[in-house]
Each structure stands twice: as C-alpha cells, then as structure tokens.
C-alpha cells in the first residue's frame, strides 16, 4: 500500500438543496485512517468565494504531514460565527491520492474517491464523526451516542398531529428541510390565477352557460390538448376502460353473486351476455361490479345530491369491458330503477354520468388524496421519528418521500380547505370528502389495500388471463415486482438472518409506530404487526412504501387531466335532480346537469397542473442515498430492470387499441410530489 503525500486530499462539500441550507460558520474537519492516524484540523475556506451555499459544490485541498493510510472515516464540526448559522450537508466525498514508491513518474498517479453521504443539519459546535458509507445498523454504529441524540433531534421536528378527525396523522409542522427551495413553482392557486390570465380564456365565456357537449371544446384552444378521452367518451366500451385505465382503476372486482338490494334479473340484462343467463355468466368469471356503498350517509353541502351507485359490467370475449346495469342508490325503488343499455340513449348516458360523479368522490378522496399522499405522509414521520439517516432502511425509503410533506403541507391544504378547490368542485364538498376518507382508513389495511398482489387477490382480479385489457393491474405487476427485487437485494445486503433484523432496535421502533394508534400511524395490516420477526415482512413493507409513493400515485393522479378535463366524460360536479325514471330527455337537458363553464375551465385547469411530473423518473434518484459498491449494483440492476420494463411497456402500447402510457417506468416519479 502507498501512503499519503504532502499535498493528499480534496474534500468536496455539497451543501444540500434545501430552504435554509446555506451557512456562513465557519467549517473543520479532520480525516482518520483505518489506523487512527488523524489529520490537524483544517479549516474549509476559499477566501475568493463564498462557500457552502445551498445547493452549491465547493472543492478544498487538504495537506497533512502526517501519514495517512487508508481513509476510514472524518471529524466535522462548524462555529456559529456566521448570521446564516444552520447547515444541512448533502456529502463530503474526499479524494485521496496515493504515492507509490516505485518511481518519481508515479507520484500521485493513483487516487481514490472517498464517500460520505451525510443528508443532515450540522448544529453548531457539535463534533461529528462520519465513517464512509455513513450506513450501517444501530448494533453495528461505533458512534452510538451521536446517533442516539440525533435521532432525538429528529423527533422534536417531526412531531405529529391529528389535523383531521379519523384521518391518517399528519405532520405538526413542516422541518425546515422539508420546504421548497423553490416556492412558486409548488403554489397550484396562484399558478392557477396565472395560467388562466394566459390563455384568455375570459374571451370565450361570454356566458356561463353550456349548450351543448361540442361547446367544451372551446376550452382546449390555446396550450391545452385535447384530453385522451374525448373523442370516444360516449360509448359504454370507453366507460368500461375508465374501470381498468382510466384515474381509479382499484375499484372494479369479480361477481361471485349480486348483492340483495341490487335486484338486476337475467331478463334485464340476457340481451347483453352473449347469450349467456346471468347466473352462467357469473359463473363463468364474465360478469364484474363496482359497489359504492360506502357514500351511503354522507353528507354534501345543500342544494346537492351525491349518487351511492352499483355498476354490473360483462367482460366481452375480445376484452372489452362493458356496462350491463347501473343502479344510483343503495336502496331500490320505483323512483331508483336499474338503468341498462337499453334505454333511452340519453338516459342511459345521464346515469353513466351521475355513475362516474360518485367515482370520481371515491377517486379523489381515497384513491388519490387519502392513500396514497396522506398515507405515505403517516409512513414518512414514522421513518424519521425511528430510523437514523445512517439507517440503511432510511436510505431505501427517502427518496421516495421527496417533497412529500411540503405538497401535502402546501398543495393538499390549500385545495381541501373550505371554499377550495375540492370543497367548490366536488359534490359532497370538503366535509363529504373527508367523511368518506375517514371510513375508507377505519378498514384500510396495508397488506391488502396499500399491496399490489394481496389487492388484486382480495378484488378477485389477479387472474393476468381475465379481464386481458385491464392495463392498470398488468403494467403495475411487472413495476411491482421489480421494486421486490430491488428492496430484497438491499436488505439481503445488510441483514444476513432474522437475529440481526431482531437485534435492530430502530427498525423495530419503526415497526412498532407504524401500528401504534396513540403514538403512531395507526395502521392497520401492517407485515410482521408491530414486530418484525421475519425479513420478508420488512421487505413487504419497504415494497408497499415505494410502490404507493410512486406507481400507485402516477396511476391516480397523471391521468387527470385526460380523464377530468372534459366535464361530460368524467365529471366531477353535478347538478339538478337525479335521474328517477326512464323517460326521454334531450342533450340539452344533461348539459344542464353538468359543471358550468367557470367551473369545468377551474377543473380542467388544476387536473392539468396536477398532472405535471416534479421529481425525477423511477430508480434515477435526485439525492444519492447508497454508496456501498454491493448496493450500488443492485441499484444498477434495478434501474436495468425499470428500462426493460419500460420497453415491454411501450411495446404492449403500439398493440393497444387505447394506450396506457402513465405507467411507463420513465414517466412515474420517485415520489408525491405534486
């Protein structure tokens, strides 16, 4: 082995990318080889230039006349001598440069890149100590009470609260490295109000009235496209792909018998079964239902009525999905009929409509909002109020929490206010809208709703050659198991059996919060309940965590604005009276049922926002967590996996009468962030 020279190291400083990162202190460190042989303290200092400024990268040469072999780990420390005084530090890597002996021409010939990730606040007048990699277990940290005390500091900033009776638990207050840097960008009202004042739409509603389905056309011109479903939107084959492609593709599950009070008889639907009676289809694995009963007893604001519907549908030999009967409400009667393909072409298209209103309420609440943000929010506070950032569970998880609690702090807030966006565009408002989560989360189970496999089985779906056009279920597989893979790799890597996930004292406070209802996150269906015992429930977990911070999420909220934007095709607000009978009406009657033209520009507007992507694609991370040769592979491979995956994807979309492109592995990002 070579030893160190005069003039041996470059220390390079990446100050993180946070609000409130940059520091004026003055910054020392010193390195220690694997021998204990340690540097003097060096002061990091360009006095041409202002270092350590968010986001920015800055170089210093450190010399050292004492002799230092294999680097192993560096001190740090700052003063508060500084007006800025707090730091977050995203890494130090040092270069270390060798002498070899065997000629003057070697001289600094070799080097090697040291690094030491380090993702945290540096308080001032603290010694630090890091080891390279800075990644390891709680039993296998030589610097314990560092670790212990930082880990307390984190909790004091990641407090929780109920803000919203019977919800999932949120953030108190947002952590300062929590907040946008960058602030406008994540404002949706004012970029709103902007993006309207734009496109001049006040020039087109000269009324606010709608004559006709053609008059919502006016509303794309300018930069917004026409959305995805418009063209097809009437037809009961586009209504059955809104089930299995469309924002809330979760719902649809197999007919294994016809609920008491959805009283549909084989005379009504006979017609539509390719000659099959209702009990052979259904005995036959044909016929499918979507049963909202859960809206049953919410309540909406006056002057409103929210539908509580059953939906039966008949899956056609060239796997279309298809509408057979739809009942409105919970309980029939002569002023509640079952409304069939049969009927009046208007009717039915209205009932279709009044169908999709109380889907989008389920959509907006639970599919997207409640659990998918609001859920990975609860499992974020449960990681850092556990987990060190030298976890290496921590480092497998944080990239998928970016941004997350500031868009729920920022964007989730302000569109669930009252008098908001969802309170004044959603039929059952923001009080609805938080009742029907609240029941949805008194049932939510993790090992069924938040796994992709245990979801699929309990809906009676996972049968990849049945319903062969439901795209969600089968593009979402493939991502699914490759995040499998990926999280079994990295923890095979760090736990070599089950006595070593026991003796975790931090992974098992994290499973323990993750369950506990007064102290924690309350959930329930957790792997391993509160314990885990064995490895396979962690990686369950850190699967489910990643998968619903970023597939999950891309499928409910990016295709919004083709699904939303075009009120009649998935409408988000209805007005008038529900549909009692089967008579005759005009298309001029259902327009009157539909948001006005302030209202769709206001929904078609926001769903387009929502729809933008705000951190990088799936597996290319922002921040780099891992940094150990071994885990960096699998990473590697994960990121070979996701390009496979993406190209079958793509693949299967040119065969596709109506693609599916939102989850492409190269669209979907790391996290919630928008």
């Known amino acids: 082995m070579g030893i160190s020279s005069s003039k041996d190291f470059q220390v390079i400083v990446k100050t993180g990318d946070v609000k409130g990162a940059g520091t004026d202190s003055n910054i020392y460190c010193a390195l220690i080889d694997s021998d204990g042989n340690r540097t003097s303290d060096v002061k990091l200092d360009c006095f041409w230039k202002d270092d350590f400024e968010k986001g920015n990268v800055d170089t210093f040469t450190v010399q050292s006349e004492q002799k230092i072999g ?155 496209g026409i959305p995805y479903g418009f063209s097809d939107w009437k037809s009961d084959k586009r209504f059955g792909q809104q089930r299995l492609r469309g924002c809330n593709p979760t719902l649809i599950r197999l007919c294994t018998e016809l609920p008491d009070n959805f009283p549909v008889t084989n005379e009504m639907v006979e017609s539509f079964l390719d000659g099959k009676k209702l009990d052979e289809a259904i005995k036959a694995k044909e016929v499918f239902i979507v049963n909202l009963k859960e809206l049953d007893g919410i309540s909406v604001p006056e002057g409103r009525t929210l539908t509580k519907p059953i939906a039966l549908f008949h899956a056609k030999k060239n796997g279309d999905l298809l509408p057979i009967a739809i009942q409105l409400f919970q309980t029939p009667s002569e002023d509640n009929p079952i409304f069939l393909p049969s009927d009046p072409v208007h009717k039915w298209m209205l009932a279709k409509m009044y169908y999709n209103n109380a889907d989008v309420v389920i959509h907006q609440a639970c599919t997207h909002l409640g659990f998918t943000h609001l859920v990975c929010e609860s499992m974020c506070i449960c990681m850092h109020r556990t987990l060190s950032p030298s976890h290496p569970v921590y480092r497998l998880l944080a990239p998928h929490f970016l941004f997350l609690l500031a868009i729920n702090m920022r964007g989730v807030t302000k569109l669930m206010a009252k008098g908001a966006w969802i309170d004044v565009t959603m039929t059952p408002g923001i009080d609805g809208t938080f009742e029907i989560m609240s029941q949805r989360w008194k049932k939510w189970r993790l090992d069924i709703n938040g796994w992709l496999p245990g979801d699929l089985a309990e809906r009676g779906v996972d049968d990849t050659t049945n319903l062969p056009k439901y795209f969600y279920r089968d593009d979402a597989l493939l991502i699914h198991h490759a995040i499998v893979d990926y999280v079994t790799e990295i923890l095979d890597i760090v736990y070599e059996n089950n006595e070593t996930l ?146 079958t994807i793509k693949a299967r979309n040119k065969e596709r009468e109506h693609p599916y492109p939102y989850l492409d592995p190269e669209v979907i990002p790391n996290a919630i962030s928008i």
Not at 163 to 176: H, N, W
Not at 198 to 203: A, E, F, I, L, V
Not at 558 to 567: G, L, P, V
């Open 70 to 224: 294999s680097l192993a780990k560096i001190e740090l420390w700052r003063d508060k001598s500084g007006l800025k005084d707090d730091w977050f530090l995203e890494y130090i890597k040092v270069i270390q440069y060798t002498k070899t002996n065997s000629s003057l021409k070697d001289l600094f010939s070799t080097k090697e890149e040291i690094p030491f990730p380090i993702n945290r606040w540096i308080k001032a007048d603290q010694k630090y100590t890091f080891e390279i990699y800075d990644c390891s277990l709680p039993q296998d940290d030589k610097n314990t009470e560092q670790r212990k005390q930082e880990i307390e500091d984190i909790k004091s900033r990641y407090l929780w609260e109920e803000k919203d009776t019977g919800l999932p638990r949120r953030i108190k207050e947002l952590p300062i490295e929590e907040q946008f840097s960058n602030d406008y960008k994540w404002d949706i009202v004012k970029r709103k109000a902007e993006l309207i004042l734009q496109q001049k739409w006040n020039s087109l509603i000269t009324t606010n009235n709608f004559d006709s389905f053609d008059d919502y056309e006016s509303l794309f011109k300018g930069t917004f």
């Open 502 to 647: 026991a003796g975790d004292n931090e992974i098992q406070d994290f499973a323990k919060m993750l369950v506990d209802k007064k102290d924690g996150a309350g959930m329930q269906g957790v792997f391993g309940n509160g314990e885990f015992k064995e490895k396979s429930d962690l990686i369950k977990v850190v699967s489910a965590v990643i998968f619903m911070s970023s597939v999950q999420h891309a499928a409910a909220n990016f295709c919004q604005y083709d699904e939303y934007a075009f009120s009649p095709f998935y409408p988000a607000f209805m007005r008038g009276e529900v549909p009692k009978n089967k008579d005759e009406i005009t298309e001029e009657d259902i327009v009157k049922h539909l948001p006005e033209k302030s209202m769709a520009l206001d929904i078609m507007v926001v769903t387009n926002l929502l729809s933008e992507r705000g951190t990088n694609n799936l597996g290319e991370f922002e921040i780099q967590y891992q940094y150990e040769p071994k885990k960096l592979q699998a990473v590697k491979r994960f990121q070979t996996a996701l390009k496979e995956i993406s190209a």
